[in-house]
């Protein structure tokens, strides 16, 4: 068993161009023997986002703190701490932070080799 504290994982920027603000940790990834899923957790600071796109697997996602705006090719919802999204395989989604404080989210994909 792996236990990690996030306080203990390094934080890195999100480089693609159509994203601002972002970064990215991943405490249970293939650094800790992980064969089939990474976790992630992502940090968009205020009037930050991630890029609007699409890939072929599902993702879950759930809101650990503050509350952001997740687009969809439906139009846009507000989501908050506690909350669930999954992302479906081909579903076009983006994530938001039009408010002044932090929104984080933990994002858990498979392991795409």
Do not use: W
Not at 3 to 17: A, G, L, Q, R
Not at 30 to 39: R, T, W, Y
């Amino acid at each position: 068993m792996i236990i990690n504290k996030i306080s203990s994982v390094k934080k890195n920027p999100v480089t693609d161009e159509k994203a601002a603000n972002v970064e990215i940790q991943i405490p249970i990834g293939v650094d800790e023997g992980s064969e089939k899923i990474i976790m992630r957790l992502f940090t968009i600071k205020p009037k930050g986002y991630s890029p609007l796109h699409t890939h072929n697997y599902e993702h879950l996602v759930k809101v650990e703190s503050g509350k952001g705006i997740v687009v969809s090719s439906e139009g846009e919802t507000q989501i908050s701490e506690g909350d669930f999204v999954f992302v479906l395989p081909n579903e076009l989604h983006q994530f938001k932070n039009p408010y002044d404080e932090e929104f984080k989210f933990i994002c858990v994909i498979p392991r795409v080799l």
